[in-house]
């Protein structure tokens, strides 16, 4: 069993939509939750950072952390072509190892 | 702006013959690791240096090593190349270890080299 379990997807909605995005893990002693957008041909962007349990918005996206249930999720609200990317979940227990998940492709129809 | 470069973006080796992969931050952050990434696959950390201090990670193979001459440059050489380590191959530098709850102690990624294995 993976530490880390993300749906590669892919997931395709249309403009506007809201895309939800989720992952599971096994570690209880991940207290940092990070979510990386990658697009085609590049580096992964860190673009939500959690600490614990809780919600955190920033603009047009949430990501929420529940620890009791080992998940974790990014919604992305009025979503954009150029949102259009694949999104990667990654944790941490508080040190330099962090443990990704293989990424979802969504594709943002116009 | 304060990044992370790496260069070549893209490599083209035949099987067997040594390549290195550069990569170079203006962030002057103390830690630099190297990640290799296969298609649709999660990033595997390969080793990282914290300053000087280098860190194998223990399932990493022997035909993969670097180099860090100053606090600036990281390399990546792998000394044979074969089929299996075609993949995008990311640098990406932290101020240091642990978070301590502030986003600017995660890892920030460079745009990766796309290696191809003929």
């Known amino acids: 069993q993976k530490e880390v379990e993300q749906d590669p997807g892919p997931l395709s909605v249309p403009e506007g939509a809201i895309v939800s995005l989720n992952c599971t893990y096994s570690?209880?002693?991940?207290?940092?939750f990070m979510w990386y957008r990658q697009y085609s041909r590049k580096g992964p962007e860190l673009l939500m950072y959690?600490?614990?349990?809780g919600n955190k918005e920033d603009g047009r996206f949430t990501a929420q952390v529940d620890k009791s249930s080992k998940y974790i999720s990014l919604f992305i609200r009025d979503s954009q072509p150029s949102d259009s990317a694949t999104y990667l979940c990654a944790m941490s227990e508080d040190d330099y190892k962090l443990s990704f998940g293989a990424g979802t492709t969504v594709t943002v129809r116009a | 702006d304060a990044m992370v470069i790496q260069n070549p973006r893209y490599q083209v080796t035949q099987f067997g013959k040594p390549v290195t992969l550069s990569c170079s931050q203006t962030l002057n952050h103390n830690v630099m690791y190297w990640y290799q990434q296969k298609s649709s696959q999660a990033p595997k950390l390969l080793f990282h240096?914290?300053?000087?201090?280098?860190?194998n990670e223990a399932d990493t193979p022997d035909n993969f090593q670097s180099r860090r001459p100053n606090t600036s440059f990281c390399f990546l050489d792998i000394r044979s190349p074969g089929l299996g380590d075609a993949a995008m191959y990311l640098c990406a530098t932290s101020r240091g270890f642990g978070f301590g709850g502030l986003v600017t102690d995660t890892q920030y990624f460079g745009p990766g080299t796309r290696l191809t294995v003929l």
């Open positions: 240096y914290y300053d000087k201090d280098f860190n």
């Open positions: 570690n209880s002693a991940f207290q940092y």
């Open positions: 959690t600490y614990s349990s």
